[in-house]
């Protein structure tokens, strides 16, 4: 089954930029999604298709992909920021929706 | 505003079964693919299972795969989720979500929680 790999932490500045990994196989012929989830509360996406961003998601997120590695990154970097990022994808050879298994960014 | 409210969620004993369902407003509800995603407690996000606009094309996670089955009312504007033979690696927060057909994941419920123990 197709996996999705990510760090378990990232720490950053505030005012600095965050960038957050996701490794999958061959993951740039995918379509990267991710999500945002704030403590006690349910996900929110933050960016789909690899690099869009939904409607009130402020310009500071942004998304790339290529090869085996996509990543989220968190420009001017804000105490509200502070949550756990997952990217996701769907595996049309399994024909399910994957996960990856999370970071928890810190705004220090 | 887009709504997605679960409910049917509880402490269940091993083996027994659940319904869950969802209430969803705010939006073209048989527009929408909808998905079930769980996450277990202080765990990641798991995809549970999912249902076109239509019941169509119905998919499970290997993990819930005969003994999960989902379906929708558009009549309702409903999606549910009949849960059996549950085990305790079946606790989780149980999240109705919506998808706008492209493969991924706009709306999001709540959640509620169900938890399997003797």
């Known amino acids: 089954s197709y996996e999705l790999t990510q760090p378990l932490s990232v720490s950053v500045a505030l005012g600095q930029t965050a960038r957050i990994t996701c490794g999958g196989n061959?993951?740039?012929?995918?379509?990267v999604h991710w999500y945002q989830q704030k403590p006690g509360q349910a996900p929110v996406l933050v960016i789909y298709?690899?690099?869009n961003r939904p409607s009130g998601i402020p310009e500071r997120f942004s998304g790339s992909n290529s090869g085996n590695t996509a990543t989220l990154t968190i420009s001017r970097a804000q105490a509200g920021d502070e949550a756990d990022y997952y990217c996701?994808?769907?595996?049309?050879?399994?024909?399910?929706?994957?996960f990856g298994t999370g970071t928890k960014v810190t705004v220090l | 505003e887009v709504q997605l409210v679960e409910s049917g969620g509880g402490l269940v004993q091993p083996g027994r079964s659940l319904r869950l369902s969802c209430a969803a407003s705010g939006f073209t509800f048989d527009d929408y693919a909808m998905h079930w995603v769980r996450q277990a407690p202080g765990k990641g996000l798991e995809w549970v299972s999912g249902i076109s606009w239509n019941s169509g094309s119905i998919g499970y996670a290997d993990s819930v795969k005969g003994r999960f089955t989902i379906s929708r009312d558009n009549a309702k504007n409903s999606l549910y989720l009949q849960m059996n033979s549950l085990r305790a690696e079946d606790t989780a927060l149980y999240y109705c979500v919506a998808s706008s057909g492209l493969y991924y994941f706009d709306y999001w419920g709540q959640g509620t929680l169900v938890t399997v123990s003797s």
């Open positions: 996701q994808v769907w595996d049309s050879s399994t024909a399910r929706y994957v």
């Open positions: 298709r690899d690099s």
């Open positions: 061959n993951i740039g012929s995918k379509n």
